[in-house]
């Protein structure tokens, strides 16, 4: 979870091939209190953070590298807590 936006942008290249307009990257730590998102928002990619003090993010599937495709619903808590 160190990684800054070059690196999760590299990450995201490595596995999906280019960052897609409009689009958002979640990345997890193993104990999933931490979350990062990078979004390309059409003009920009911007990368943030979200740390739980207790509990965990909920993970369907837990799969290194699983393909998850959230909706606004979907991502709004997530990115509001």
Known sequence: MR???DTALARVMAVV???????AYLFANQRANRMK???HDGVGIWLAA???NQGA???P???RGLEVELD????QPLMLG
């Open 3 to 5: 990684a800054g936006t």
């Open 17 to 23: 091939g280019v960052a897609k307009p409009h689009c």
């Open 37 to 39: 998102v990078l979004v």
């Open 50 to 52: 979200r740390r739980l």
């Open 57 to 59: 993010f909920h993970r």
């Open 61 to 63: 599937g837990t799969d």
């Open 72 to 75: 606004a619903e979907q991502l």
